[in-house]
């Protein structure tokens, strides 16, 4: 148990110094880190979103008081993200993991290949397109919910690709990213105790695991900031997108026999 506290809390505070400073990748690091070692889905993804209750309270509040919060896209985010990721909760505890997982794998094989892309492109300097923030945030709640991460990579990375400003982007995305989380581990909640979600008495399993995960995450929530002095924002897109797309790559020597699981 100790050991899982420890694998976890390193693996919590490295993808929460990476969050912090990208407004991505805590949820996809930590889900795909869990998938790895043969947990299902939606015991990953209900995880990863109690530890992100708290991981992202704290990295909120850090962006709220360095004013990076542009709160018109913060009210134009948060209600659609709630509505995809309640929607992608109901999705992934209404069916068997084994039978998901290969999805969920791609997904995050997917994103991964979306990061290293990203970080070869140049942000363009115009204005957000604002009818596209909708979309993003239902798209990017689903999917988070779905896949155990993804808020961060489908809507930062969007709405940067769209122009939007880095500061007010990723302060307004992780700080509604709350919202969604809390939203997100509800709809878990209720489907366990509805009878929804058969297999959720085994997230006991798992408890050494989220706590590891709130810990590291929390602790390097205030500290996520030097990174940026000390990594360019391409050489961290780089770095995370190869770790998932090579995690992501474990899982499928998985399923297909050729890697032990668990």
């Not at 999705?91 to 995050?108: E, R, W």
Request: proline share 3%; with cysteine.
């Amino acid at each position: 148990m100790m050991e899982d506290f420890l694998l976890f809390l390193m693996v919590g505070f490295m993808a929460q110094m990476v969050d912090g400073a990208l407004g991505m990748a805590y949820g996809v690091i930590s889900s795909t880190v869990l998938l790895a070692f043969g947990v299902s889905p939606a015991h990953a993804s209900a995880s990863v979103h109690a530890a992100e209750m708290f991981t992202t309270a704290a990295s909120g509040s850090a962006h709220l008081y360095h004013r990076n919060i542009d709160w018109k896209l913060f009210w134009r985010l948060a209600p659609f993200g709630i509505l995809g990721g309640c929607a992608g909760a109901y999705v992934l505890t209404s069916f068997d993991g084994g039978f998901i997982k290969p999805y969920v794998t791609a997904y995050l094989f997917l994103v991964g290949m979306w990061l290293l892309f990203r970080s070869f492109r140049k942000i363009p300097s115009k204005s957000i397109n604002h009818s596209i923030v909708a979309p993003l945030g239902a798209a990017g709640g689903f999917l988070d919910a779905a896949g155990g991460g993804g808020w961060g990579p489908i809507v930062t990375t969007g709405l940067l690709g769209a122009g939007g400003a880095p500061r007010y982007v990723i302060g307004s995305v992780n700080a509604a990213e709350f919202l969604i989380t809390t939203a997100v581990s509800i709809s878990f909640l209720i489907a366990m105790l509805t009878g929804h979600w058969e297999e959720a008495g085994e997230l006991t399993d798992h408890l050494w695991a989220v706590l590891g995960l709130i810990a590291g995450g929390v602790f390097a929530a205030p500290l996520a900031g030097f990174m940026v002095r000390w990594l360019r924002e391409k050489i961290l897109l780089r770095l995370v997108g190869t770790l998932i797309v090579l995690l992501a790559g474990w899982q499928t020597l998985q399923l297909v026999g050729i890697a032990p699981a668990g």
